[in-house]
């Protein structure tokens, strides 16, 4: 039986396991994919388990991704950039890849939901900073976008992940979010803004082309209040509950040796499992 999951502190509010066990009965893999409590000083020790305890890998959430990259063996390209891991694949020989697969699932979400989608249509704006921000940004910089606007709360953290990429970025401040959607063909909101329990992103779409894509990654509420308000004036939304699908479809590939499909039954699944409608 092939073995994987999932490292957390904490962690169980994954939804990982439904994510994953579904396809493993989905697909008739005899494996399992559990929760892995476990705090950042005992990170080092879990992940040199990892082999030994016949895991082919896991994943990580908070507070692991950045200490992670610092830990493995090794790391691919993507993972190096954002600057944190999100998936451990262990090799034949008990040594450590880190990969990051956010990059992947901001892309595929994309284009599933909106398929016309081209990242050279026109300028993008990025809202956030952090390490979804970094995946976005990342994301758009392989798909040949020629300008991106990026904005953040504290500015500084938004000059550094410019500087950290490079290309072509302009770091705008907060307070001129509103004004620099004016030509942009997609919008990200890249923040916590919106997302239950959190305060709501302020900000005016008046200046946003109708044509242009709205992609919010906050996924709880599934229909954010930017995604309802680009909605009602024409714009495409994406909602962020495809990311973190899409997101896992390379872990599995890696680990259990089928690259699996979002399907709406999957959808359907995990929305009841989050209490989304």
Not at 50 to 74: I, M
Not at 129 to 137: F, L, N
Not at 217 to 234: D, K
Request: with cysteine.
């Amino acid at each position: 039986m092939i073995r994987a999951g999932v490292m957390g502190w904490p962690v169980e509010h994954s939804r990982s396991p439904a994510l994953h066990g579904f396809w493993l009965e989905q697909y008739r893999i005899a494996g399992d994919y559990v929760l892995l409590s476990v705090p950042p000083e005992r990170l080092e020790a879990a992940l040199r388990a990892l082999a030994a305890d016949g895991f082919a890998g896991c994943n990580l959430t908070l507070p692991h991704k950045e200490q992670a990259l610092r830990l493995v063996d090794r790391a691919d390209a993507t993972a190096r950039r954002i600057g944190a891991v999100n998936t451990i694949v262990v090799a034949a020989d008990g040594t450590l890849e880190g990969r990051n697969t956010d990059a992947f699932g901001f892309h595929e979400n994309l284009v599933t939901t909106v398929p016309e989608w081209r990242a050279a249509a026109g300028p993008a704006v990025v809202l956030g900073a952090g390490g979804a921000a970094r995946a976005v940004v990342t994301s758009l910089l392989d798909q040949g976008a020629a300008e991106i606007r990026l904005l953040n709360r504290h500015r500084e953290r938004a000059d550094a992940l410019a500087a950290a990429l490079g290309g072509p970025i302009s770091v705008l401040d907060w307070k001129e979010r509103a004004a620099a959607l004016d030509g942009a063909a997609l919008l990200v909101n890249a923040t916590s803004l919106g997302q239950a329990g959190q305060p709501l992103l302020a900000l005016t779409l008046d200046a946003l082309p109708t044509g242009a894509v709205v992609n919010d990654i906050v996924y709880v509420p599934l229909e954010t209040p930017l995604l309802a308000a680009a909605r009602a004036r024409g714009n495409s939304a994406v909602d962020g509950l495809g990311m973190l699908l899409h997101q896992a479809r390379p872990a599995f590939a890696a680990w259990f040796g089928v690259m699996p499909e979002v399907t709406p039954e999957l959808r359907r699944r995990i929305m009841a499992g989050l209490a989304l409608r």
